[in-house]
């Protein structure tokens, strides 16, 4: 048997029964690591003796009777999530030597069950990217193709889960940084509600716009690792009190009544996009057709404002940064430049040595759109239109109950086709960040593979908190599409 | 604005950070055709006001914990240039 193509559903069933081992599982993901990471580099941290001392203790564990749904399960974590005494680097030259003396909550989520965590996955530079080109260390390859990106930020997670060097990974989404990634590379994520997964000791990008989520080889295995992330917590002050159901009843949903019932919008003005590749075009039109032949009700509706969402976002998200970054001066944590004798200056060497050069553009147009005299047309005006973008929301959910896009404009780019530019690769963010802007929930489903052999994604994006819908409709689209296989390797 | 950011940025990256900045400030200025007149801003997702915990002692991490990651201290204390000359 193949250990590493197992999903963590599957997974769980032959751990339950004895017939594997976490050791062996685990091994069998770690084998692959040393043969293929070096081509792929999706880890920034691999500690396989800490791994597999996790193994044997999940091992125990089982062999007591006392396992529990991710008990054993290699899973691989964005580099951005806090872990005691394992590096946390963000990919960036600040945190290099930064060791977290705790846990994120999602982490100690993972730990409670005797989860195995595999690695730190690389990302592009405290989660600011889409190809996870701006890591400070190095550059991660699209496993369906190494010329290629594998999206970002969360490119090492997704490409982690792709190469299947775990079972399952944890992601961050601000402005699209799980769902792009996982299109990208052929597998799911989901970006839940804003507040439905505690963002405490995840180090903040955008606050009022990151959340956590999983990055999986299918649906199913999404809602189960929802099922363990999600929750409310009393340390993070935006983690929401609502109720966590069982996700997996969505796929019991679909099998019991398919998605009779269900409207599924498409807004008009995504339709007529520019700089939309014909493939991902035509992969749009064959995914409407597969979910009409599903028994949806498909519905043409209208986000008057979601022209502007680009704009917005990237005068809202820099400005959170702007704030959030403050915080590596050089003082408590992280790199500080040594050759200074004022503190000022400390400050200023500091912050240029340690961050790259996206961080530093964003914290700039962030302290420029928030200074005195710009906030009122920059900062004031962007919360504005995201008020619009919201209201846009909740008036189309007033007519559907799901909303269908691409999640990204083109397959997979080419490595360094558009550092230089970065305008063109903020817009190629254009499906996937207005969910964040409104706060609900979204999931990427693979969807079809171009003539070039690189996988896309289709979006779902449904009402806050209705991750039960995206399950449901998700798992129905993955059973009716055409089966996906990941690179054989 | 590179000082207002606690930057110090290079010529170099000065030059092409600034072409790239005006591309995007220009994109930016789109949002000068939205119609926001009486639209009330919004700065979150949440929809949560005054998240309230109960006023109790926890214990602390303790000196060796918060300052583990510190790059210069003495003693309980972290170590910065001189503030005041």
Redesign the interface.
């Given at each position: 048997m193949n250990l590493h193509t197992l999903t963590i559903a599957q997974a769980q069933d032959l751990l339950a029964k004895k017939e594997i081992s976490s050791v062996d599982l685990t091994r069998a993901f770690l084998d692959r690591i040393d043969k293929y990471d070096n081509t792929i580099s999706a880890f920034i941290t691999v500690d396989p003796g800490l791994a597999l001392k996790q193994a044997e203790q999940a091992d125990q564990m089982i062999a007591k009777g006392k396992s529990q749904a991710f008990t054993g399960i290699p899973v691989a974590l964005k580099d951005v999530l806090c872990t005691k005494g394992v590096r946390t680097t963000c990919a960036s030259k600040i945190l290099e030597h930064f060791v977290p003396q705790y846990d994120a909550t999602v982490v100690e989520k993972f730990k409670a069950q005797d989860a195995v965590l595999i690695g730190k996955a690389n990302m592009d530079e405290f989660a600011m990217g889409s190809s996870t080109e701006n890591s400070a260390f190095f550059v991660t390859r699209n496993p369906w193709d190494t010329d290629h990106v594998p999206g970002g930020s969360s490119g090492g997670s997704a490409a982690a889960v792709a190469a299947r060097f775990c079972a399952g990974a944890v992601g961050t989404d601000t402005g699209g940084s799980i769902r792009q990634p996982a299109s990208h590379c052929g597998v799911v994520g989901l970006k839940p509600t804003y507040g439905r997964v505690s963002r405490f000791g995840v180090v903040a990008y955008a606050s009022s716009l990151d959340q956590v989520g999983p990055i999986t080889r299918d649906v199913t295995d999404a809602a189960m690792m929802l099922n363990l992330m999600g929750g409310h917590d009393p340390k993070d002050s935006t983690s929401a009190p609502e109720q966590m159901p069982d996700f997996t009843k969505g796929i019991a949903m679909f099998k019991e009544k398919g998605l009779s019932g269900m409207t599924l919008g498409i807004p008009r003005e995504f339709l007529n996009l520019k700089g939309i590749d014909p493939e991902v075009k035509t992969m749009f039109e064959s995914a409407r057709k597969t979910l009409e032949g599903l028994g949806v009700t498909i519905k043409e509706i209208s986000l008057p404002h979601s022209n502007y969402a680009v704009a917005a976002y990237y005068i809202i998200a820099p400005c959170e940064a702007s704030a959030n970054l403050a915080r590596f001066d050089g003082v408590r944590y992280g790199y500080r430049d040594m050759d200074s004798d004022d503190l000022i200056e400390m400050y200023k060497k500091t912050k240029s040595k340690g961050f790259g050069p996206e961080v530093q553009r964003r914290i700039i147009i962030g302290t420029y759109s928030l200074s005195s005299g710009y906030y009122d047309a920059y900062y004031g005006r962007a919360s504005q239109v995201r008020a619009l973008i919201m209201d846009d929301f909740k008036r189309a959910f007033d007519a559907c109950d799901i909303i269908l896009s691409p999640v990204a404009p083109t397959p997979a780019f080419k490595i360094g086709e558009k550092v230089e530019d970065p305008l063109t690769m903020y817009l190629s963010d254009i499906f996937t960040l207005s969910c964040n802007l409104a706060g609900i929930p979204g999931i990427s489903v693979p969807a079809g593979i171009s003539s070039t052999g690189l996988p896309m994604g289709l979006q779902m994006m449904s009402r806050h908190f209705d991750e039960m819908s995206l399950i449901r409709a998700g798992y129905g689209f993955e059973q009716a599409v055409n089966h996906i296989e990941l690179p054989e390797f | 604005?590179?000082?207002?950011?606690?930057?110090?940025?290079?010529d170099e990256?000065k030059e092409?950070?600034a072409g790239?900045?005006s591309?995007?400030?220009d994109?930016?200025?789109?949002?000068?055709?939205?119609n926001?007149d009486g639209?009330?801003?919004?700065?979150?997702?949440?929809?949560?006001n005054n998240?309230l915990?109960e006023d109790k002692q926890e214990p602390s991490?303790g000196p060796d914990?918060?300052l583990?990651?510190?790059?210069?201290r003495d003693q309980d204390f972290?170590v910065?240039?001189?503030?005041v000359k």
């Open positions: - | 604005m590179a000082h207002l950011a606690r930057l110090d940025v290079d990256l092409t950070l790239q900045l591309d995007i400030l994109y930016i200025d789109t949002l000068k055709d939205v926001v639209v009330t801003p919004v700065s979150g997702a949440a929809f949560m998240v915990r991490p914990v918060t583990a990651n510190a790059p210069e972290y910065v240039p001189n503030v």
